[in-house]
């Protein structure tokens, strides 16, 4: 754990055997995510593990060790996401050889990489120059390209199930663990919102709303207090009031 | 040099050493000039302009990006906070957004909705955001609407004209809410505190406890009190479970309101008194808002 962590700080500080190191320490797991989409013929298991160390580098940059949560937990989840995202290219409802697909990426990928150069869209023919794909080729990729295709629509073959690619591709385990190292991460914030009421107002919301407690009426809460239920009454206005305010703005995030 | 107005530029880069270039550039200009300096980036790209900057960069507020792709609303209340702070300070501010989307099929629309939320939010402020795209790792949709709907463009042309609405890309691009048949009503047709009290009941029935719960009563309060404000009664309260999320709709008899960008506009000073779907998006990780069958639906996700 201790030299998971050094090398995390080391490959976010930049260091290049560093990273080379995380990487080799995690491909066996990257393998692992990469064995759930063997089903996909069209995508090359090299290209997945690529796809996969990008994802884990991603993770590597924004993970933040103060929470203490295992790095695999986060990074698994960024892992997934960028191989989903590879599905997502190579996989089209759109009939395509593999050939084709691949093709398809080739023109998506000029295409960016000219609008990022020249501040515009590209012409079917400037497309065709810089892929080196004839014209014909780079119109019917265009027309295939325009065709519906969304990771909702429905896995050929998998119609009584319905199961859709967003459906086969989820992972409640991973995204449970993001989910909840999100939650550390806005957890400053969240504790702040209870933070600062009084005792007794943090006791009345939790029990006029059954948090973590058993519910009770705002009569039951006067008994318990020894308060007449208009003041019980006010003393959760109050405290919503409060609680209001601290999620309107966030604790300041600013470091200098 | 003060600014009267936001310039709202956006910049593509394809390497790290183009990004820190034009973005250190960027910062000593607007210091050198007498101006306050904002950085709002993911951690590895602050890394790479306090490098670049040296001593400079003490100069620099720092603010980390990375949560924008969880909860958007709580990333711009931060970074506002830090413009007025520095707006308190200098005459105009150079905020430096470094734009990194999250992994999510549809994470890039909630970097769509801060950028337009950004142009709106400080159109009238002495403000310069240069907002960095990574040709690496933008999809390609983003970076489509970014050459299409940013007001200036680094060192080149906007792609078509005249300039699409930022507004209008998030509301063209964003895809209609699925239906959650889920769900089911928890409450329905009294007042705002039995409503609360019956999503109270309802979230420990279904084991959502501690600072979710805490949270979702506080979200669906603010859109109870929007529904009995602006909306018709009867209100109803509906909440379920999807996947690891939380869902609380609250739906009211009204016609609702037509604004993908509702609770992102800030609220004045930070500290001041925040209009109910401000705190709402705070406290969720994403609202959906939407008419049908004559009524109007407020769909919180926590």
Redesign the interface.
Known sequence: MARERHLLALTEAGDRTATEELVTAFMPAINGVANLYRSFASLERRELQQEGVVGLLRAARRYDQRYETPFWAYASWWVRQAMQQLVAELTSPVVLSDRATRSLVQMKRARSAFAQANRREPSDSELAESTKMPLDQIQHLISVERAPSSLQARLPGDEEMATTFVERLADPATEEDYERIVDLAGGEHIQDLAAGLEERERRIVFAHYGIDCRQRTLREIGREFDLSVERVRQLEDRALGKLRQAAAWPASTSRR | MSQPELRHTAF???SDAEYVEAAADFLRAGLEGGEGALVAA???RQ?LIRRALGSVS?EV????L??VA??PA?TL??QY??LY?RLRRFPAVRLLVGVEPG???DGWLDWLGYEASLERALAAMPVWALCGYD?RR?P?PM??AV?RGHPA?S??????SPRADLTEILRERTPLPRALPDLRTVAAGEGPEAL??Q???A??AQGV???????T??AA??AILNAFGHGEPPVEVRLGRV???VVCEVVDQGPGFDDPLIGFDP?GE??GQ?PGM??VR??VKKLEAFPSDARFTVRLWL
């Open positions: 593509v880069y394809s993911p951690r590895d890394a003490e507020g720092f603010l980390d990375a949560a969880d909860r709580r209340a931060a906070a830090a702070e992994p999510a099929q040709a933008t390609a970076l489509d050459l463009l060192g080149g042309a906007r792609l078509g609360r009290e999503l109270g009941a979230l420990a406890g501690g600072s979710r719960a805490l949270e009563v506080l309060n603010e996947g690891n999320l609220p930070p500290g925040a401000w705190v705070q406290l």
